[in-house]
Nanobody, 125 residues
Framework: QLQLVESGGGLVQPGGSLRLSCAAS????????TTWFRQAPGKEREGVSCISSSDGTTKHANSVKGRFTISRDNAKNTVYLQMNSLKPEDTAIYYC??????????????????WGQGTQVTVSS
């Protein structure tokens, strides 16, 4: 069974940190471009951070540059999203998604084959 499972979400105060994990099963994650998306209530799903399958290069949305880091551990078939200096506007459900390919392109939902179920991140005092 091919699936992605996210974990690591929760409630954190502004300025705090969280690390999300996305574990893949049933396929070799290292051959897939992987992107973290998020969706806040009443808003469209937006791409946050992407990591390529070929060379590990990354791409981030302007709103998270300098605060979020995406990485992958192919041995564990897992992709991580380290989120620092969190803001209330980062509150959303975070999803990981994967597609066959080599490099990150535009941070859109198009062409993603596999999606996780999402994990809630809430930034509030």
């Amino acid at each position: 069974q091919l699936q992605l499972v996210e974990s690591g979400g929760g409630l954190v105060q502004p300025g705090g940190s969280l690390r999300l994990s996305c574990a893949a099963s049933g396929f070799t994650f290292g051959r897939y471009v992987t992107t973290w998306f998020r969706q806040a209530p009443g808003k469209e799903r937006e791409g946050v951070s992407c990591i390529s399958s070929s060379d590990g290069t990354t791409k981030h949305a302007n709103s998270v540059k300098g605060r979020f880091t995406i990485s992958r551990d192919n041995a564990k078939n897992t992709v991580y999203l380290q989120m620092n200096s969190l803001k209330p506007e980062d509150t959303a459900i975070y999803y990981c998604a994967a597609r066959r390919g080599d490099f990150c392109t535009a941070l859109t939902t198009a062409s993603y084959t596999y999606w996780g179920q999402g994990t809630q991140v809430t930034v509030s005092s």
